[in-house]
């Protein structure tokens, strides 16, 4: 295994996803790529100007999320690459996680109902369903 893929989006959530990678690379020597989707909310309308200050706003967060999650990595001499992007999440997962040709997914579920999962559907499950890369969901 060479490449272990985590979206991350700045929740506590995530802290679990973390530990439970930390192992498996450790014990792989594999290289981690923490990754944050950054979404354009598409329903608003913006002005051209509007739309480039929310962008910069949006990578500005998406860059202090990676930075927060890669302290999380400092003690664990594993090499760490941090990417951010905009678009649908769950798009952007599976499009970076085959571009980046990495051996895995790990990321964790939010505790959404069953119902709120079907009416609104979850990155998790999107990705699950759709990825050609595996994917390791952590509760």
């Known amino acids: 295994m060479e490449k272990i893929l985590i ?5 506590t959530h995530n802290e679990s996803t973390f530990d439970l990678a930390k192992k498996i690379a450790i014990n792989h020597n594999t290289k981690i790529i923490l990754l944050n989707v950054g979404k354009l909310i598409t ?5 051209p100007a509007e739309i480039k200050n929310v962008e910069q706003k949006i990578k500005e967060a998406s860059q202090s999320i990676v930075k927060k999650a890669k302290k999380h990595f400092k003690d664990s001499n594993l090499e760490i690459e941090t990417k951010t992007t905009l678009g649908d999440p769950a798009i952007k997962i599976i499009d ?35 990825s050609e890369t595996p994917v ?3 509760k």
């Not at 979206?7 to 929740?11: E, F, K, L, N, Q």
């Open 7 to 11: 979206p991350v989006d700045g929740s």
């Open 136 to 138: 390791l969901v952590v």
């Open 43 to 47: 329903h608003w309308t913006y002005s």
């Open 96 to 130: 970076i996680a085959e571009k980046e040709n990495c051996d895995m997914i790990i990321m964790h579920t939010h505790g959404m109902s069953a119902t709120k999962r079907f009416t609104l559907g979850s990155v998790t499950n999107k990705v699950v369903h759709h």
